[in-house]
């Protein structure tokens, strides 16, 4: 008898139906002989809904308040599928972020789980009943309830799924069935893997891959849980499994790279001829950050007579107040002037294999160079490299890449 | 300096505008130098939402994953009002039932106070913020999200208020602004009455004046809380005070009754020419309150020749079943026929001052007579007299009752 947790998400509870849907799968999971435990986000909408509200009566909201108004809606998703699973003739109770202490720090709207008390879920489930556990919410010591950030429920899923040292974690997508090579709407012949290792999911899920929240992926690492993406769609598809890399080396020691992914989201902004002294950047980076603009890459040239260009790269929403701040700077810092290019995308490829394999970084520049695609800015990390090029060549790029590393063949 | 608990029902908080008035409330109330406890129904049709959304999924809907789902209207409140005080600039903060621990026994949908934990509420108050406290939930002793019935978050304020030692329960209204002599939409002379005791409101909340629910008067009796009925739209207007009968006694004593009511949902049933033996009620009434109907008057004739008939009302939802039951059992019981009547209506006065005068009963018939009225029907109770009359002459009764009694000549 396995030990499985199941997460559904908004898109997957947007309608009386697809709860039915998701409580007959829970039913069908159990009657399979194994243990069950759901978690379960707010239904598709719901939590935008009230967030709006709370803008319409306090701009921006207080954060303890608001916390308390979004974990609602995953409290009224935890309640219907009970009562769902309970209409088709099963047990199923429904626990409440303060009913199982989902212990949480106290960042408001963006909290960290510290600790679960399984002891209810364990009884629960030794009474034979499919437990449902409100994702996303959690309290603060004091009892004062927490929410754990946009995709929140994932990492419930995953820290609950730790804690029963559950066999595996099962996350259910409306809109995708696993992990792609690529997306799949850009390379016809992207290719589903049937396993990625944490490192690459979190690359990937960085990268603007909205499959896995970030932070469930850096939980399910720590403690190892087995997680599969899956679909709601075709469930009795295996989907993709996060696992550990030993595990998943069988697959992808063949595979130098296990994914090309692309971001148009971007735009670089570059102080030239800036005077190469100590400090320079640090107060450039300090400013931007002060405003809450995350700066993706960064690349300062090699210093020639003193100046050197710092070039780097936000979204493209932080574009126009990062502009702002850094001509406002350039002066004071003693750059000759400030350039920029809203329109730039960031191509990367992921794999795990490029630990042991060199030649990865030089055969992706000769693949773009033979496209005649100019790269303006790389930068590499042991399990991949990121290159900016021109917005319009990103379609163009991930599919010569997809092609020259053959992630498209069939094993 | 006092301490106030206000109590605000859905349609006071039906809108972004409504939910900022309530705010400006507290925060004036505060500012003439008052302790401030809020406690905050569901906006208003939110609560109907969220059980028309559970009957889809399981009709009828499992009562603990009911009674979790529709408390979430009252969380949504009791956030949106504390950040509407803090857009104010004042220091709020929301409680939910099991962060104030208001403990309740496990009878989901209908549940009983047993128990507040004050001591977040005080220091909370001694930190100077303005305390929300989501009303109509409470937890179990197992921690359980239980909810109070249909117009709970009135008991919560009262409960509230006795644990508190508050020096006033005001419970505000945005249909009335008090408690009248009678229905001031038949009765054109009706007026607001200063002062009712609990146990005349009692009787009133029994009998279809949908101002105060009927538990929380009880409640506030037993631990002699001042409660007031204020009105949202006239705030500044007093509203009626209900208090002890010795307090209410200046006014009262002057006043033979307070009120007259009437109640068009009734309807009647008689078993004709029963054999008079032991055990023969009981048999018809078990059967009846087994299928939890409420039967409010029962009339047993004069035994002649060892023969009764036996006459009770119900509510007009529940007819059809009770003469069902009563058409079933006629022949067990020995009965001759079944006679019964679906329009009638229920006619009281109510008043503290029939305790001590005679003749409340005689008056009442008379005028009744002299409009040509038909009574059907009698009950008594020592601060009320009901008598059934034919619905049709409701409205006519109450206005010459109301006429008869000076009810609406200023004092």
């Known amino acids: 008898m396995a030990l499985i947790v199941q997460k559904y998400g908004g898109t997957s509870l947007s309608s ?3 709860i039915r849907w998701a409580a007959a799968h829970l039913v069908r999971t159990k009657e399979a002989g194994n ?5 379960v986000s707010a239904m598709a909408g719901e939590t935008d809904r009230l967030y709006e509200m709370c803008l319409e009566v306090m701009d921006p909201p207080d954060s303890r308040e608001l916390d308390v108004i979004t974990s609602s809606g995953e409290q009224v998703s935890s309640g219907l599928i009970s009562m769902a699973v309970r209409a088709l003739g099963h047990d199923a109770v429904s626990f409440q972020g303060h009913q199982v202490r989902i212990l949480t720090d106290d960042s408001y709207s963006n909290a960290r789980i510290m600790d679960i008390d399984a002891v209810r879920i364990r009884e629960a489930m030794g009474c034979g009943k499919i437990v449902v556990v409100a994702g996303f919410q959690g309290v603060d010591s004091g009892g004062n309830i927490t929410t754990l950030g946009r995709g929140g429920s994932d990492l419930t899923a995953v820290a609950l799924a730790a804690v029963l040292g559950a066999d595996a974690c099962e996350l259910y997508k409306d809109d995708v069935d696993g ?9 016809a012949g992207a290719r589903k893997l049937r396993r990625v290792s944490y490192e690459e999911m979190l690359e990937l899920s960085s990268l603007g891959s909205r499959v896995l929240q970030g932070r469930a992926v850096e939980f399910a690492k720590k403690f190892g849980v087995p997680v599969q993406i899956r679909s709601t769609i075709e469930p009795e598809r295996e ?4 696992i550990e890399e030993r595990s998943a080396m069988g697959e992808l020691e063949q ?7 692309f971001d148009n989201n971007q735009s670089k902004i570059t102080a030239i001829k800036v005077p190469d002294r100590p400090g320079i950047a640090s107060r450039l980076f300090t400013l931007i950050s002060d405003e809450d603009i995350v700066v993706d890459m960064i690349v300062q040239n090699v210093s020639t007579e003193g100046y050197t260009d710092i070039t780097f790269t936000v979204s493209r929403t932080d574009f126009k107040k990062a502009l702002g701040i850094t001509e406002r700077v350039a002066g004071e810092l003693g750059a000759s002037g400030v350039v920029s290019d809203k329109k730039i995308a960031k191509l990367s490829i992921v794999g795990v294999g490029m630990k ?4 990865v970084a030089s055969e992706m520049f000769r693949v773009l160079a033979a ?3 100019n790269i303006l800015m790389i930068s590499t990390s ?3 490299i990121s290159c900016v090029v021109g917005e319009k060549y990103s379609e163009l790029a991930v599919r010569a890449l997809h092609k020259a590393f053959g992630l498209g063949e069939a094993k």
Chains 1, 2 share one sequence.
């Open 16 to 18: 009386v139906e697809k």
């Open 35 to 39: 243990d069950v435990v759901a978690v």
């Open 179 to 187: 992990v792609y090579t690529a997306d799949p709407e850009v390379v």
């Open 239 to 242: 989907g993709t499994w996060v």
């Open 255 to 261: 595979m130098l790279i296990s994914g090309v992914t």
């Open 356 to 359: 042991t394999h060199s030649g």
């Open 371 to 373: 496209e005649g695609i």
């Open 382 to 384: 042991e399990i991949k």
